[in-house]
Every structure is written in C-alpha cells, then in structure tokens.
C-alpha cells in the first residue's frame, strides 16, 4: 500500500493555480503602479504585464477572480479538512527563533517534507494572511464609494492602495524565499507536483 500523499491533488492544484495567478496579478499591478506611483520609483516596464494601464486593469481584474476562487476553495478545505491545524498550528515564538538559528548555521533538517518547520508555519500562514489583506484591500480601492466603510478602514483610499503595496511587497518577498528554498531542497517541488 502506498503511503499517504504529502500534498492532496486540491492541494496542488490550488497551490499552481496560485502561483501563476499571483504572478499574473504583481506583474499587471506593477504596470498599475507605474501609471500613479505611490512611491519615488517606478518598477522596469519589461517586468510588468499589460501594456499600458487598460490592458494591466484587464489582466488585473481577470486573475483577481481566479485567486479569490482559488483562495476560497484552498482555505475552505484547509479549514474543514483539519489541514491547517495539523500542518500550521501551533506556531511557537522560541521555535521560529531555533529554527532561524539552525538555518543560519546551516542545520535546519529537511528530512521529512511532510513536516513544516517553525519558520515554514510562520511563512505559509503569514502569506495566506497577506493574500487574504490584498483581497481586502484591492477590494476598497477597486469600489471606494461603494465599500466605503472598508476603504476608511483602510484609512482612506490611498491607505488602501498603500497596504495593498505592502502586501504585495510581503507577498512578492514570500515567493523569492519560497523559491530560493524549493531550489535548495527539490524533492519539495517534487511532492508539490507529484504529491510524493
């Protein structure tokens, strides 16, 4: 018999349609971006999807259906499969701290894939907690007039488009990690598109 699978086929599936889709999303919000810059810089048009500000407002608006689905669909079964409480909970200030240091030191193990370090539930849950802000966030600055009891609890429209830009900036910081660590141990990305 064969051992239980280390990511669940929704689990993978939603895990892919994620990262492509929040690909898509940073890609066209950078090209948003550059058409109203919050801050004094502006991100290399070669980076960013759309064209010009229309064409990454379509691009925009067209994943941001396909991530909200995907995250309902990716928490739901988190929650109601008792996923997240066996792989992210609890999440424990002195472990995170030992496991940086182990990290440091270069002896953090990777052993058992189906097991999630300190850092590991630290990372996934704060990234769902950011993806669920820009979600939020998004929303005010898409319909401010009509969600105005959510924009003002952003602090307004541009506090809205501030945390969205920090969200993405957190989100974007998860990915390169994410991705350094994958590379690092590869029979991680095996398990996220095999299952084991």
Known sequence: ???????????RITHWTNAVTVMVMIASGWQIYNASPILPFRFPE?????????????????AMWVLALNFTVLIGYGLLSGR????????????????????????????????????QKLLYAGVLGLIGLIMLSGLAIWKPVQLQGLTSLFGGFQGARLVHFLAMAGIAGFI???????????????????GR
């Open 1 to 11: 018999m064969a051992a239980p699978a280390i990511h669940p086929l929704l689990v």
């Open 46 to 62: 070669a980076l960013t999807l759309g064209g010009w500000p229309g064409g990454a407002l379509l691009w925009h608006f067209a």
């Open 84 to 119: 997240y409480s066996r792989k992210l909970w609890p999440i424990r200030p002195r472990e995170i701290l030992a496991d940086v240091a182990r990290a440091l030191r270069g002896r953090l193990s990777h052993a058992d894939p189906s097991h999630y370090n300190a850092v």
């Open 176 to 194: 390169l990690i994410h991705v350094a660590m994958a590379l690092l141990v590869p029979r991680t990305i095996r398990a996220m598109v095999t």
